[in-house]
């Protein structure tokens, strides 16, 4: 059941990351005192002990996902999923982030330049793939949830599918006609990203050596039933 204590945020209109690489952390890099020159050397140094580092103290999700643009329509929200939300997400990758500064940061790509504009203001002057949000300073577990409609969905679904045909939502024909779900067609949420208080700790996920050890892996579960998609218009309808 979801709280009441509960923010639903989406991200700006302008968030645009024609890439596969995002990186979660906050302004001030988790207190870790790192300028955005090192940060781009530690995470482009295809270390895999400099990046479970990085993870372990709780600086930044360096997160890989295999398509184009896959957080450009992201929700944030801060508190419980609802229960539809609990029930439909088919993938996560969680951890716990250190935001002493009080400002949670996406930032798309995560080279140098890109950190420079970012760690320099809260909105983006010129458009640039980044997007804040304030929060209480402290801990927070963080979790990229994956539903359908998403890439990693969409992969997993090729090994895995198995519905009543006499049940057919409507994404599964688009899916058995093109090997994937189509969301421009229906206008699916791909994507939650939540944010929690939390004092515990959280095992750090696996980094791949393939991916400049960077996370890319979500952890799946196949649903019991056919599960029906949500509607990004829905969630946000919240606010």
């Known amino acids: 059941m979801a709280s009441t204590q509960r923010t639903v945020l989406p991200i700006h209109n302008g968030f645009f990351n024609d890439g596969h ?16 020159a090192e940060m781009d050397s530690r995470l482009w140094s295809q270390n895999p002990k400099g990046m479970n580092d990085l993870l372990q103290r709780g600086i930044c999700l360096p997160l890989y996902i295999d398509c184009d643009c896959a957080l450009d329509n992201v929700v944030f929200v801060l508190g419980d999923l609802t229960e539809q939300e ?12 250190e935001i002493p500064c009080g400002e949670f940061m996406l930032v798309g ?7 420079d504009v970012a760690l320099q203001h809260f909105e983006p002057p010129n458009c640039e793939p980044f997007y804040k949000i304030k929060l209480k300073p402290g801990s927070y577990l963080v979790e990229v949830y994956a539903f359908l409609g998403s890439c990693p969905v969409n992969n997993a679904f090729r090994e895995w599918l198995n519905t009543d045909p006499r049940d057919q939502p409507q994404w599964l024909s688009f899916f058995q006609e093109d090997g994937y779900v189509e969301n421009e067609d229906i206008e699916l949420l791909e994507h939650i990203i939540r944010l929690v208080p939390t004092d515990a700790d959280t095992p750090i996920p696996q980094v791949r050596d393939d991916i400049n050890c960077w996370v890319g892996d979500f952890i799946m579960r196949k649903p019991l039933q ?7 218009e829905e969630v946000i309808r919240q606010l």
């Open 109 to 115: 790509g995560g080279l140098e330049e890109d950190f």
């Open 226 to 232: 056919c599960p029906q998609g949500l509607q990004r």
């Open 21 to 36: 690489w995002h990186v979660l952390s906050s302004t001030s890099l988790g207190g870790s005192g790192l300028s955005a």
């Open 86 to 97: 609990e029930a439909e997400w088919l993938g996560r990758i969680q951890m716990r982030l």
